[in-house]
Protein backbone atom coordinates (compact mmCIF):
# COMPACT_ATOMS: atom_id res chain seq x y z
CA UNK A 1 0.00 0.00 0.00
CA UNK A 2 2.88 2.24 0.72
CA UNK A 3 4.71 1.32 -2.60
CA UNK A 4 1.21 1.86 -4.06
CA UNK A 5 0.95 5.44 -3.00
CA UNK A 6 4.56 6.42 -3.25
CA UNK A 7 4.13 5.47 -6.87
CA UNK A 8 1.13 7.38 -7.36
CA UNK A 9 3.04 10.87 -4.97
CA UNK A 10 5.82 10.47 -7.75
CA UNK A 11 3.26 10.08 -10.80
CA UNK A 12 1.27 12.92 -9.23
CA UNK A 13 4.86 15.27 -9.55
CA UNK A 14 6.31 14.16 -12.43
CA UNK A 15 3.11 14.92 -14.01
CA UNK A 16 3.16 18.79 -12.54
CA UNK A 17 6.81 19.24 -13.92
CA UNK A 18 5.93 18.12 -17.04
CA UNK A 19 3.18 20.45 -17.35
CA UNK A 20 5.62 23.49 -16.07
CA UNK A 21 7.72 22.71 -18.83
CA UNK A 22 4.95 22.53 -21.23
CA UNK A 23 3.56 26.05 -19.88
CA UNK A 24 6.78 27.83 -19.62
CA UNK A 25 6.95 27.21 -23.32
CA UNK A 26 3.54 27.86 -23.55
CA UNK A 27 4.70 31.10 -21.48
CA UNK A 28 8.08 32.01 -23.59
CA UNK A 29 5.72 31.78 -27.31
CA UNK A 30 2.85 33.93 -25.77
CA UNK A 31 3.52 36.32 -22.75
CA UNK A 32 3.67 39.64 -24.57
CA UNK A 33 5.97 41.32 -22.23
CA UNK A 34 9.82 39.78 -21.18
CA UNK A 35 9.16 40.67 -17.41
CA UNK A 36 6.08 38.74 -17.28
CA UNK A 37 7.47 36.23 -19.84
CA UNK A 38 10.65 35.55 -17.21
CA UNK A 39 8.23 35.14 -14.10
CA UNK A 40 5.86 32.77 -15.58
CA UNK A 41 8.83 30.34 -16.94
CA UNK A 42 10.48 30.72 -13.38
CA UNK A 43 6.94 30.23 -11.19
CA UNK A 44 6.45 26.93 -13.61
CA UNK A 45 9.23 25.85 -13.76
CA UNK A 46 10.19 25.85 -9.54
CA UNK A 47 6.42 25.86 -8.48
CA UNK A 48 4.47 23.82 -11.16
CA UNK A 49 1.79 22.56 -8.56
CA UNK A 50 0.89 26.46 -7.71
CA UNK A 51 1.54 28.02 -10.98
CA UNK A 52 0.02 25.51 -13.75
CA UNK A 53 -3.37 26.01 -12.14
CA UNK A 54 -3.04 29.69 -11.94
CA UNK A 55 -1.43 30.41 -15.26
CA UNK A 56 -4.46 29.49 -16.92
CA UNK A 57 -6.51 32.07 -14.52
CA UNK A 58 -4.10 34.85 -15.04
CA UNK A 59 -1.54 33.95 -17.72
CA UNK A 60 -3.20 34.94 -20.52
CA UNK A 61 -2.94 38.18 -22.06
CA UNK A 62 -5.40 37.13 -25.67
CA UNK A 63 -9.05 37.54 -24.73
CA UNK A 64 -10.52 34.24 -26.60
CA UNK A 65 -13.77 34.29 -29.18
CA UNK A 66 -14.38 38.06 -29.02
CA UNK A 67 -15.50 39.10 -32.54
CA UNK A 68 -15.34 42.46 -33.52
CA UNK A 69 -17.82 44.00 -35.81
CA UNK A 70 -15.70 45.50 -37.83
CA UNK A 71 -12.92 43.06 -38.41
CA UNK A 72 -15.75 40.38 -38.47
CA UNK A 73 -17.13 37.21 -41.06
CA UNK A 74 -20.21 37.33 -38.92
CA UNK A 75 -23.05 38.17 -41.40
CA UNK A 76 -24.99 40.18 -38.95
CA UNK A 77 -22.31 42.28 -37.05
CA UNK A 78 -21.01 42.87 -40.51
CA UNK A 79 -23.69 43.59 -41.61
CA UNK A 80 -24.44 46.71 -39.33
CA UNK A 81 -20.90 47.23 -39.57
CA UNK A 82 -20.67 48.08 -43.43
CA UNK A 83 -24.45 50.25 -42.71
CA UNK A 84 -23.07 52.59 -39.62
CA UNK A 85 -20.05 53.17 -42.19
CA UNK A 86 -21.59 54.13 -45.19
CA UNK A 87 -23.25 56.58 -42.95
CA UNK A 88 -19.93 58.37 -41.76
CA UNK A 89 -18.30 58.67 -45.20
CA UNK A 90 -19.63 62.36 -45.20
CA UNK A 91 -18.15 63.22 -41.85
CA UNK A 92 -15.03 61.37 -42.69
CA UNK A 93 -11.61 63.74 -41.72
CA UNK A 94 -9.48 62.84 -44.91
CA UNK A 95 -6.59 65.97 -43.62
CA UNK A 96 -5.23 64.74 -39.84
CA UNK A 97 -1.69 64.33 -38.50
CA UNK A 98 0.38 61.50 -38.17
CA UNK A 99 -1.01 61.30 -34.49
CA UNK A 100 -4.63 61.69 -35.43
CA UNK A 101 -4.11 58.82 -38.58
CA UNK A 102 -2.32 56.17 -36.05
CA UNK A 103 -4.93 56.39 -33.29
CA UNK A 104 -7.61 55.98 -36.41
CA UNK A 105 -5.76 52.51 -36.99
CA UNK A 106 -5.94 51.57 -33.53
CA UNK A 107 -9.87 52.65 -33.20
CA UNK A 108 -10.43 50.65 -36.50
CA UNK A 109 -13.05 54.48 -37.09
CA UNK A 110 -12.08 57.17 -38.69
CA UNK A 111 -12.18 60.49 -37.04
CA UNK A 112 -15.19 62.32 -37.54
CA UNK A 113 -16.13 66.11 -37.49
CA UNK A 114 -19.90 67.30 -37.40
CA UNK A 115 -20.06 66.89 -33.47
CA UNK A 116 -20.11 68.40 -29.81
CA UNK A 117 -18.27 67.50 -26.98
CA UNK A 118 -19.42 68.44 -23.95
CA UNK A 119 -17.27 67.89 -20.72
CA UNK A 120 -18.32 66.73 -17.33
CA UNK A 121 -16.26 67.23 -14.32
CA UNK A 122 -18.50 66.66 -11.30
CA UNK A 123 -20.42 63.30 -10.43
CA UNK A 124 -23.77 65.00 -9.37
CA UNK A 125 -23.88 66.73 -12.49
CA UNK A 126 -22.64 63.87 -14.73
CA UNK A 127 -25.47 62.00 -13.74
CA UNK A 128 -27.85 64.46 -13.71
CA UNK A 129 -27.12 65.49 -17.64
CA UNK A 130 -27.12 61.48 -17.74
CA UNK A 131 -30.45 60.79 -16.05
CA UNK A 132 -32.34 63.51 -18.26
CA UNK A 133 -30.92 61.94 -21.59
CA UNK A 134 -32.37 58.86 -20.60
CA UNK A 135 -35.25 60.02 -19.58
CA UNK A 136 -36.00 62.05 -22.92
CA UNK A 137 -35.48 58.56 -24.93
CA UNK A 138 -38.07 58.06 -27.87
CA UNK A 139 -36.65 54.74 -28.96
CA UNK A 140 -34.29 53.41 -27.43
CA UNK A 141 -31.50 53.64 -24.55
CA UNK A 142 -28.26 51.14 -24.43
CA UNK A 143 -26.16 51.13 -21.15
CA UNK A 144 -22.63 49.15 -20.34
CA UNK A 145 -21.03 50.22 -16.93
CA UNK A 146 -18.42 48.04 -15.31
CA UNK A 147 -19.55 48.59 -12.21
CA UNK A 148 -23.44 48.58 -10.76
CA UNK A 149 -24.23 49.03 -7.18
CA UNK A 150 -27.57 48.44 -5.74
CA UNK A 151 -27.36 52.06 -3.68
CA UNK A 152 -29.17 55.13 -3.70
CA UNK A 153 -27.61 55.70 -7.19
CA UNK A 154 -27.62 52.63 -8.38
CA UNK A 155 -31.38 52.28 -7.57
CA UNK A 156 -31.88 55.81 -9.36
CA UNK A 157 -30.81 54.36 -12.87
CA UNK A 158 -32.66 51.21 -12.32
CA UNK A 159 -35.42 53.00 -11.40
CA UNK A 160 -35.48 55.24 -14.65
CA UNK A 161 -34.86 52.17 -17.17
CA UNK A 162 -37.38 50.29 -15.63
CA UNK A 163 -40.08 53.45 -16.08
CA UNK A 164 -38.58 53.84 -19.73
CA UNK A 165 -38.91 50.00 -20.98
CA UNK A 166 -42.49 50.43 -19.16
CA UNK A 167 -42.95 52.82 -21.60
CA UNK A 168 -42.20 50.76 -24.56
CA UNK A 169 -38.48 52.02 -25.17
CA UNK A 170 -36.35 49.77 -25.87
CA UNK A 171 -33.56 49.37 -23.36
CA UNK A 172 -30.44 47.40 -23.12
CA UNK A 173 -28.05 47.00 -20.36
CA UNK A 174 -24.43 45.34 -19.82
CA UNK A 175 -22.67 45.07 -17.02
CA UNK A 176 -19.43 43.76 -16.47
CA UNK A 177 -20.30 40.45 -14.15
CA UNK A 178 -17.32 40.81 -11.94
CA UNK A 179 -17.20 44.58 -11.47
CA UNK A 180 -21.28 44.37 -10.82
CA UNK A 181 -20.94 40.67 -9.57
CA UNK A 182 -22.40 41.65 -5.71
CA UNK A 183 -26.21 42.83 -7.86
CA UNK A 184 -28.47 41.30 -5.89
CA UNK A 185 -31.37 39.12 -7.78
CA UNK A 186 -34.11 41.41 -6.63
CA UNK A 187 -32.54 44.34 -8.60
CA UNK A 188 -31.74 42.64 -11.81
CA UNK A 189 -35.49 40.68 -11.37
CA UNK A 190 -36.84 44.00 -11.20
CA UNK A 191 -36.01 45.27 -14.42
CA UNK A 192 -36.62 42.14 -15.83
CA UNK A 193 -40.03 42.44 -15.04
CA UNK A 194 -40.10 45.91 -16.02
CA UNK A 195 -39.01 45.17 -19.82
CA UNK A 196 -35.53 45.74 -19.36
CA UNK A 197 -33.25 43.09 -21.42
CA UNK A 198 -29.72 42.72 -19.71
CA UNK A 199 -27.00 40.76 -19.72
CA UNK A 200 -23.83 40.18 -17.90
CA UNK A 201 -20.53 40.56 -20.19
CA UNK A 202 -19.04 36.78 -19.02
CA UNK A 203 -15.40 36.69 -20.01
CA UNK A 204 -15.88 32.63 -20.13
CA UNK A 205 -18.74 32.36 -22.00
CA UNK A 206 -17.88 29.67 -24.53
CA UNK A 207 -15.86 26.64 -23.47
CA UNK A 208 -12.76 27.72 -24.59
CA UNK A 209 -12.71 30.61 -22.53
CA UNK A 210 -13.81 29.59 -19.46
CA UNK A 211 -10.92 30.19 -17.68
CA UNK A 212 -10.27 33.61 -19.29
CA UNK A 213 -11.33 35.47 -15.58
CA UNK A 214 -8.62 37.91 -16.18
CA UNK A 215 -10.07 40.05 -18.48
CA UNK A 216 -13.27 42.91 -17.60
CA UNK A 217 -15.12 44.92 -19.44
CA UNK A 218 -14.20 48.43 -17.76
CA UNK A 219 -16.43 50.86 -20.30
CA UNK A 220 -18.92 52.72 -19.47
CA UNK A 221 -20.87 53.89 -22.00
CA UNK A 222 -24.85 55.16 -22.47
CA UNK A 223 -26.16 55.66 -25.59
CA UNK A 224 -29.60 57.91 -26.61
CA UNK A 225 -31.28 56.97 -29.16
CA UNK A 226 -28.25 56.90 -31.23
CA UNK A 227 -28.19 61.28 -31.04
CA UNK A 228 -26.28 61.41 -27.83
CA UNK A 229 -23.92 59.01 -25.93
CA UNK A 230 -21.72 59.36 -22.67
CA UNK A 231 -18.34 57.50 -21.85
CA UNK A 232 -15.69 58.44 -19.28
CA UNK A 233 -14.62 57.34 -16.09
CA UNK A 234 -17.79 57.49 -14.10
CA UNK A 235 -19.32 54.00 -13.09
CA UNK A 236 -22.82 53.86 -11.15
CA UNK A 237 -22.34 53.72 -7.35
CA UNK A 238 -22.84 56.21 -4.56
CA UNK A 239 -19.25 56.98 -4.04
CA UNK A 240 -18.58 58.61 -7.59
CA UNK A 241 -21.17 61.44 -5.96
CA UNK A 242 -18.05 61.58 -3.14
CA UNK A 243 -20.23 59.42 -0.58
CA UNK A 244 -17.88 56.90 0.08
CA UNK A 245 -16.52 56.85 3.82
CA UNK A 246 -12.61 56.34 3.68
CA UNK A 247 -12.05 58.19 0.03
CA UNK A 248 -14.56 61.58 0.49
CA UNK A 249 -14.64 63.82 -2.51
CA UNK A 250 -14.52 61.88 -5.45
CA UNK A 251 -13.10 63.92 -8.07
CA UNK A 252 -13.99 61.99 -12.27
CA UNK A 253 -14.37 63.15 -15.81
CA UNK A 254 -16.78 62.25 -18.36
CA UNK A 255 -18.04 63.30 -21.63
CA UNK A 256 -21.28 63.81 -23.84
CA UNK A 257 -20.86 63.69 -27.28
CA UNK A 258 -23.76 64.50 -29.76
CA UNK A 259 -23.32 64.01 -33.69
CA UNK A 260 -22.30 61.02 -35.94
CA UNK A 261 -19.29 59.48 -33.54
CA UNK A 262 -22.18 58.35 -31.43
CA UNK A 263 -22.93 55.94 -33.96
CA UNK A 264 -19.17 54.41 -33.27
CA UNK A 265 -19.59 53.98 -30.02
CA UNK A 266 -22.89 52.09 -30.63
CA UNK A 267 -21.31 50.05 -32.92
CA UNK A 268 -18.62 48.83 -30.00
CA UNK A 269 -21.96 48.41 -28.03
CA UNK A 270 -23.29 46.30 -30.45
CA UNK A 271 -19.80 44.36 -30.39
CA UNK A 272 -19.98 43.80 -26.90
CA UNK A 273 -23.83 42.71 -26.54
CA UNK A 274 -23.23 40.10 -29.34
CA UNK A 275 -20.81 38.22 -27.38
CA UNK A 276 -23.26 38.51 -24.31
CA UNK A 277 -26.17 37.51 -25.17
CA UNK A 278 -25.30 36.17 -29.62
CA UNK A 279 -27.59 38.88 -31.06
CA UNK A 280 -27.19 41.72 -32.46
CA UNK A 281 -29.41 44.77 -31.55
CA UNK A 282 -31.74 46.34 -33.90
CA UNK A 283 -31.66 49.93 -33.23
CA UNK A 284 -31.83 52.51 -35.85
CA UNK A 285 -28.32 54.55 -36.20
CA UNK A 286 -28.64 58.44 -36.29
CA UNK A 287 -25.94 60.72 -37.25
CA UNK A 288 -27.32 64.00 -37.55
CA UNK A 289 -24.77 67.10 -37.96
CA UNK A 290 -24.03 69.53 -34.77
CA UNK A 291 -23.19 73.11 -35.86
CA UNK A 292 -20.15 73.06 -33.53
CA UNK A 293 -19.00 70.67 -36.01
CA UNK A 294 -15.56 69.25 -33.65
CA UNK A 295 -13.75 66.13 -34.44
CA UNK A 296 -13.78 63.34 -32.91
CA UNK A 297 -11.87 60.06 -33.13
CA UNK A 298 -13.88 56.91 -30.73
CA UNK A 299 -11.42 54.67 -29.92
CA UNK A 300 -12.06 51.23 -28.38
CA UNK A 301 -9.15 49.18 -26.98
CA UNK A 302 -9.50 45.40 -25.60
CA UNK A 303 -7.40 42.33 -25.24
CA UNK A 304 -8.80 40.95 -28.48
CA UNK A 305 -6.82 43.66 -30.38
CA UNK A 306 -4.03 42.24 -32.64
CA UNK A 307 -1.79 44.79 -30.66
CA UNK A 308 -1.79 46.45 -27.34
CA UNK A 309 -3.57 49.32 -28.40
CA UNK A 310 -3.91 51.46 -25.13
CA UNK A 311 -0.17 50.84 -24.43
CA UNK A 312 0.57 51.75 -28.55
CA UNK A 313 -1.60 55.12 -28.07
CA UNK A 314 -0.23 56.11 -24.59
CA UNK A 315 3.18 56.04 -26.44
CA UNK A 316 2.20 57.51 -29.26
CA UNK A 317 0.99 60.60 -27.05
CA UNK A 318 4.80 60.53 -25.46
CA UNK A 319 6.19 61.02 -28.53
CA UNK A 320 3.92 63.11 -30.44
CA UNK A 321 4.52 65.42 -27.28
CA UNK A 322 6.26 68.93 -28.05
CA UNK A 323 5.36 71.24 -24.96
CA UNK A 324 3.23 69.40 -22.53
CA UNK A 325 1.84 65.90 -21.69
CA UNK A 326 -0.41 66.23 -19.10
CA UNK A 327 -2.00 62.49 -17.81
CA UNK A 328 -4.49 61.88 -15.02
CA UNK A 329 -4.93 58.32 -13.94
CA UNK A 330 -6.10 56.87 -10.20
CA UNK A 331 -3.63 53.62 -10.98
CA UNK A 332 0.06 54.49 -12.43
CA UNK A 333 1.64 51.23 -12.84
CA UNK A 334 3.41 51.61 -16.47
CA UNK A 335 5.06 49.00 -18.65
CA UNK A 336 8.61 49.27 -19.25
CA UNK A 337 7.94 50.65 -22.93
CA UNK A 338 5.52 53.91 -21.83
CA UNK A 339 8.37 54.30 -18.64
CA UNK A 340 10.65 54.63 -21.56
CA UNK A 341 8.71 56.82 -23.59
CA UNK A 342 7.62 59.21 -20.73
CA UNK A 343 11.73 59.59 -20.15
CA UNK A 344 12.16 60.13 -23.28
CA UNK A 345 9.32 62.88 -23.72
CA UNK A 346 10.51 64.72 -20.48
CA UNK A 347 14.72 64.42 -21.81
CA UNK A 348 13.07 66.37 -25.10
CA UNK A 349 11.92 69.44 -22.50
CA UNK A 350 8.75 68.19 -22.53
CA UNK A 351 6.65 69.55 -19.72
CA UNK A 352 5.15 65.86 -18.43
CA UNK A 353 3.13 65.52 -15.62
CA UNK A 354 1.27 62.69 -13.92
CA UNK A 355 -1.53 63.25 -12.20
CA UNK A 356 -2.48 60.39 -9.41
CA UNK A 357 -4.14 59.99 -6.28
CA UNK A 358 -2.39 60.64 -3.20
CA UNK A 359 -4.54 57.81 -1.62
CA UNK A 360 -5.16 55.06 -3.51
CA UNK A 361 -8.16 52.85 -3.56
CA UNK A 362 -5.54 50.27 -3.65
CA UNK A 363 -2.92 49.33 -1.18
CA UNK A 364 -0.57 47.42 -3.75
CA UNK A 365 -1.16 50.10 -6.76
CA UNK A 366 -0.53 52.95 -4.17
CA UNK A 367 3.02 51.12 -3.34
CA UNK A 368 3.51 50.42 -6.75
CA UNK A 369 3.62 53.71 -7.98
CA UNK A 370 6.11 54.85 -5.26
CA UNK A 371 8.41 52.24 -7.22
CA UNK A 372 8.89 54.03 -10.28
CA UNK A 373 9.93 57.34 -8.16
CA UNK A 374 14.02 56.79 -9.08
CA UNK A 375 13.25 56.13 -12.82
CA UNK A 376 11.24 58.63 -14.39
CA UNK A 377 11.84 61.66 -12.00
CA UNK A 378 15.57 62.11 -12.42
CA UNK A 379 14.47 62.03 -16.33
CA UNK A 380 12.73 65.22 -15.65
CA UNK A 381 8.85 63.71 -15.43
CA UNK A 382 6.63 65.59 -12.78
CA UNK A 383 4.65 63.39 -10.25
CA UNK A 384 1.42 64.99 -8.71
CA UNK A 385 -0.75 63.45 -5.76
CA UNK A 386 -4.40 64.51 -6.06
CA UNK A 387 -4.87 66.13 -2.29
CA UNK A 388 -8.30 67.06 -2.25
CA UNK A 389 -10.51 63.27 -2.10
CA UNK A 390 -9.94 60.67 -4.41
CA UNK A 391 -8.98 61.02 -8.28
CA UNK A 392 -10.29 58.47 -10.87
CA UNK A 393 -10.30 60.34 -13.97
CA UNK A 394 -8.42 59.03 -17.08
CA UNK A 395 -7.86 62.04 -19.04
CA UNK A 396 -4.52 62.74 -21.52
CA UNK A 397 -3.46 66.12 -22.84
CA UNK A 398 -0.86 66.08 -25.36
CA UNK A 399 -0.29 69.60 -26.83
CA UNK A 400 -3.67 70.25 -28.14
CA UNK A 401 -4.41 66.51 -28.45
CA UNK A 402 -7.01 65.20 -25.86
CA UNK A 403 -8.10 61.75 -24.28
CA UNK A 404 -11.04 61.15 -22.27
CA UNK A 405 -12.52 57.55 -21.42
CA UNK A 406 -11.59 54.67 -19.44
CA UNK A 407 -7.79 53.74 -19.94
CA UNK A 408 -5.58 53.84 -17.32
CA UNK A 409 -1.83 53.11 -17.16
CA UNK A 410 -1.43 50.16 -16.06
CA UNK A 411 -1.48 46.64 -17.37
CA UNK A 412 -4.96 46.00 -16.84
CA UNK A 413 -5.74 49.23 -19.30
CA UNK A 414 -3.36 47.83 -21.68
CA UNK A 415 -3.56 44.32 -22.25
CA UNK A 416 -6.44 43.02 -20.30
CA UNK A 417 -9.48 45.44 -20.14
CA UNK A 418 -12.28 46.53 -22.51
CA UNK A 419 -11.81 49.95 -22.74
CA UNK A 420 -13.38 52.84 -25.28
CA UNK A 421 -11.82 56.48 -24.96
CA UNK A 422 -12.85 59.29 -27.51
CA UNK A 423 -10.17 61.55 -28.72
CA UNK A 424 -9.82 64.95 -30.04
CA UNK A 425 -7.74 67.92 -31.06
CA UNK A 426 -10.23 70.44 -30.71
CA UNK A 427 -9.29 73.72 -29.50
CA UNK A 428 -11.95 74.69 -27.31
CA UNK A 429 -12.39 71.28 -26.25
CA UNK A 430 -8.52 71.56 -25.35
CA UNK A 431 -8.71 74.63 -23.85
CA UNK A 432 -11.52 73.48 -21.14
CA UNK A 433 -9.23 70.17 -20.14
CA UNK A 434 -6.09 71.75 -20.11
CA UNK A 435 -8.18 74.24 -17.40
CA UNK A 436 -9.86 71.36 -15.75
CA UNK A 437 -6.05 70.07 -15.50
CA UNK A 438 -4.43 72.96 -14.26
CA UNK A 439 -7.10 73.02 -11.41
CA UNK A 440 -6.42 69.83 -10.17
CA UNK A 441 -2.71 70.27 -10.21
CA UNK A 442 -3.71 73.27 -7.64
CA UNK A 443 -5.75 71.08 -5.45
CA UNK A 444 -2.27 68.44 -5.86
CA UNK A 445 1.13 68.71 -4.14
CA UNK A 446 4.56 67.49 -6.96
CA UNK A 447 6.60 64.79 -5.11
CA UNK A 448 9.91 64.89 -5.25
CA UNK A 449 12.74 61.95 -5.23
CA UNK A 450 13.95 63.14 -1.60
CA UNK A 451 10.45 62.56 -0.16
CA UNK A 452 10.81 58.44 -1.07
CA UNK A 453 14.45 57.97 -0.17
CA UNK A 454 13.00 59.46 3.17
CA UNK A 455 11.24 56.47 3.28
CA UNK A 456 12.18 53.56 5.57
CA UNK A 457 13.53 50.79 4.14
CA UNK A 458 10.66 48.40 4.37
CA UNK A 459 8.16 50.85 2.81
CA UNK A 460 10.22 51.10 -0.10
CA UNK A 461 10.53 46.88 -0.12
CA UNK A 462 6.96 47.21 -0.04
CA UNK A 463 6.42 49.38 -3.11
CA UNK A 464 9.33 47.16 -5.05
CA UNK A 465 7.14 43.77 -4.10
CA UNK A 466 3.83 45.00 -5.60
CA UNK A 467 5.07 46.24 -8.31
CA UNK A 468 6.02 42.56 -9.02
CA UNK A 469 2.34 41.92 -9.12
CA UNK A 470 2.21 44.68 -12.31
CA UNK A 471 1.02 42.11 -14.58
CA UNK A 472 -2.27 41.83 -12.70
CA UNK A 473 -3.28 44.90 -10.99
Known amino acids: MMIFIAEMLATIVLVFHIAGVCHAIHALMKTRTSQ??????????FLPYFAVPLYWFLGRDRFSGYVRARRSNNRKLSKKAADFYQRLIPYQVSERSQFMASAETLAGFPVLRGNRLDLFTDGRKTFDALFHSIESAK???????????????????????CAKASEGIKVMLLFDEMGSGKLPRKYLREM????????????????????????????KIVVVDGIEAYIGGLN???????????????????????GPAVLAVQLVFFEDWYWANGD???????????????????????????????????????????????????????????????????????????????RSDSRFVGWAAYSYYEQILPAGVKIFRYKKGF????????????????????????????????FTNDAEFSRQVHEMLENDFLQSSESTLEEYEAKPWYFKAACRAARLLSPIL
Not at 141 to 153: E, F, P, R, S, T
Not at 247 to 257: A, K, P, S, V
Open 236 to 258: VADEYLGWHPQLGYWRDTHMRMT
Open 139 to 161: SYVLVNYYIMKHDIIGDALQKIL
Open 36 to 45: GTIAWIMVLL
Open 280 to 358: VPEAKANNTEQSEDQQLLVLPTSPADLLDSWQLFIVSACNNAQKKLWIASPYFVPDSGVTSALQAAALRGVDVRILIPD
Open 192 to 219: KDAGVEFHPFGTNRFWWSRFQYNFRNHR
Open 391 to 422: LHQKVVLSDEYVAVGTGNLDNRSFRLNFEITG
